[in-house]
T-cell receptor
Framework: RKEVEQDPGPFNVPEGATVAFNCTYSNSASQSFFWYRQDCRKEPKLLMSVYSSGNEDGRFTAQLNRASQYISLLIRDSKLSDSATYLCVVRSGGGFKTIFGAGTRLFVKA | GAGVSQSPSNKVTEKGKDVELRCDPISGHTALYWYRQRLGQGLEFLIYFQGNSAPDKSGLPSDRFSAERTGESVSTLTIQRTQQEDSAVYLC????????????FGPGTRLTVL
């Protein structure tokens, strides 16, 4: 079983749609969680951190469920520019080792 | 300020040759990571350095792979006797100590082994 698993997609949605991605992790000692975005042939960039209480940044909402060991990302009012691969990232324990999921591809169409 | 830089941006080599990839982290960042990303795949953790602690080498795929970092400065990833399956983009990232430690990535080195 992979340490971090994501549905690879692709998700094809129209502009304005709401789309949600889930990610599961296997290490219950994991302490920090993030969503990164990666555009085609570019390096990943941080989209948002995921806090235990859940957090929102504009059209993006992240949630953490420690009991079920999954995190989610919700994108509301999708834009064409949201088309990218979304990477779930988990850091374990007090160290710095981080594990990236394989990513979920999103295509937003006009 | 300057971000993470990597060199070369592209490297084409012949099977069996050694290659050395370089990463310049953001100044003051204590942690540095190397990842490998094959075409259409996710990021595969290779190694990380944190300050003067012993590096975590648990992701290195074979003994042909090694990496060094002096203090909190430049790091080099060396691949000996390259194989075609080593073809990938090698990404470096660095992070500081503050907050949730966002990783800042370099643009990567695209390695092609013929």
């Amino acid at each position: 079983r992979k340490e971090v698993e994501q549905d690879p997609g692709p998700f094809n949605v129209p502009e304005g749609a709401t789309v949600a991605f889930n990610c599961t992790y296997s290490n219950s000692a994991s302490q920090s969680f993030f969503w990164y975005r990666q555009d085609c042939r570019k390096e990943p960039k941080l989209l948002m951190s995921v806090y235990s209480s859940g957090n929102e940044d504009g059209r993006f909402t992240a949630q953490l469920n420690r009991a079920s060991q999954y995190i989610s990302l919700l994108i509301r009012d999708s834009k064409l520019s949201d088309s990218a691969t979304y990477l779930c990232v988990v850091r374990s324990g007090g160290g710095f080792k981080t594990i990236f999921g394989a990513g979920t591809r999103l295509f937003v169409k006009a | 300020g300057a971000g993470v830089s990597q060199s070369p941006s592209n490297k084409v080599t012949e099977k069996g040759k050694d290659v050395e990839l370089r990463c310049d982290p953001i100044s003051g960042h204590t942690a540095l990571y190397w990842y490998r990303q094959r075409l259409g795949q996710g990021l595969e953790f290779l190694i990380y350095f944190q300050g003067n602690s012993a590096p975590d080498k648990s992701g290195l795929p074979s003994d042909r792979f090694s990496a060094e970092r002096t203090g909190e400065s430049v790091s080099t990833l060396t691949i000996q006797r390259t194989q075609q399956e080593d073809s990938a983009v090698y990404l470096c990232a660095s992070t500081g100590l503050a907050g949730y430690n966002e990783q800042f990535f370099g643009p990567g080195t695209r390695l092609t082994v013929l």
